[in-house]
């Protein structure tokens, strides 16, 4: 490595599978600051090449679904298998202060303690999809870290789940054993892209309905366009608490991934991750531009102001904010 690169220390201690190495980059990436976001581009650049080999895995679900008990059930059950995992963990953001608003460590309280888990918590802070939006970039630093699998958790269910599901090889959908309102609240686009649904909480007094509910959702997919030819998403009962139907929630995760790679599919779905984070990064520092730029914040309250006195549409703010940027950053 270049000893001339400030990053490459640091860089040098992901790659040594170092927990306290790993944890300071992903602050590092995680920064808003200009000169961190320089060092931290270096990083990732560094480490690209050592990325890769994880298994990528999301994990998403309806509210109440049990998902941080799902995601330290089965965090157990890989490391009781000697493997290495990561869990990114998106929590909630305080829309006052920003902050989360509570840490996973608190809820995954065994998972932590061992030493082939690592967990970060990271706070939302309003992104689309309920992930960071440098969440693809703490799974590459994990993966180059050694890492076997990175668990994913989203905040919940939503339409801008896509975000989630661009980002891994196996997207996975918690479920509530409830036939009624529950089912009507979920989207059928979720459905399409689950590669699993399980429904969570199947034990005691509830496993019957849990039985109802997956019933009705195999017969939903019956009726809906598959993710891929050949192969319909299973739907699995599980009981995170019980530490029932883990294993085979496991072994769905594996024979999908057996499912890709006989297939050739899981380049191609790769090469598809690293454009939508192309696409993502591009769109975040256009509008970064745009916004931090010193004439167009000038410019713009003159168009809010205009705006409000219903003198000119927001379309027509919009297109003449745009106009301005780009003659500007002509001029430069």
């Not at 320089?38 to 050592?50: G, Y």
Request: with cysteine; proline share 4%; aromatic share 4%.
């Amino acid at each position: 490595m270049n000893t001339e690169n400030p990053v490459s220390p640091l860089a040098e201690g992901v790659l040594s599978g170092r927990r306290r190495a790993l944890a300071r980059a992903i602050t590092l990436i995680e920064s808003a600051n200009p000169a961190q976001r320089i060092r931290a581009n270096e990083l990732i650049s560094e480490l690209m090449a050592h990325s890769g080999g994880a298994l990528r895995v999301a994990i998403s679900g309806v509210p109440g679904a049990g998902k941080s008990t799902f995601i330290e059930a089965l965090g157990l059950l890989l490391v009781a298998k000697g493997k290495r995992v990561a869990v990114l963990t998106i929590d909630p953001s305080s829309k006052i202060s920003g902050g989360s608003i509570l840490g996973d460590k608190v809820r995954m309280e065994q998972l932590s303690r061992e030493k082939n888990a690592f967990i970060r918590p990271s706070p939302s802070s309003g992104s689309l999809g309920g992930v960071t939006r440098r969440t693809r970039e703490s799974m590459l630093l994990c993966e180059a870290a050694g890492y076997d699998v990175v668990l994913i958790e989203t905040v919940g269910v939503g339409q801008s789940e896509v975000t989630a599901s661009e980002m891994v090889d196996f997207f996975l959908v918690l479920m509530l054993p409830n036939a009624g309102d529950e089912i009507q609240g979920i989207k059928k686009g979720i459905i399409e892209m689950a590669d699993a649904l399980v429904i969570n909480k199947a034990d005691g007094e509830a496993r019957q309905a849990a039985q109802t509910t997956r019933n009705y959702y195999e017969n939903a997919l019956r009726f809906s366009l598959p993710k891929y030819r050949d192969r319909q998403a299973p739907v699995l009962l599980a009981s995170a608490l019980e530490n029932e139907g883990i294993q085979e929630v496991w072994d769905t995760v594996l024979a999908h991934r057996h499912f890709l790679e006989e297939r050739n599919l899981l380049v191609t779905l790769r090469a598809e991750q690293t454009r939508a984070w192309f696409h993502s990064t591009l769109h975040d520092d256009l509008l970064g531009r745009l916004y931090n730029h010193p004439g167009v914040k000038t410019r713009m309250q003159t168009l809010l102001d205009e705006m409000d006195h219903r003198a000119k549409s927001p379309h027509q703010c919009a297109e003449e904010l745009v106009a301005y940027f780009l003659s500007t950053a002509r001029d430069h």
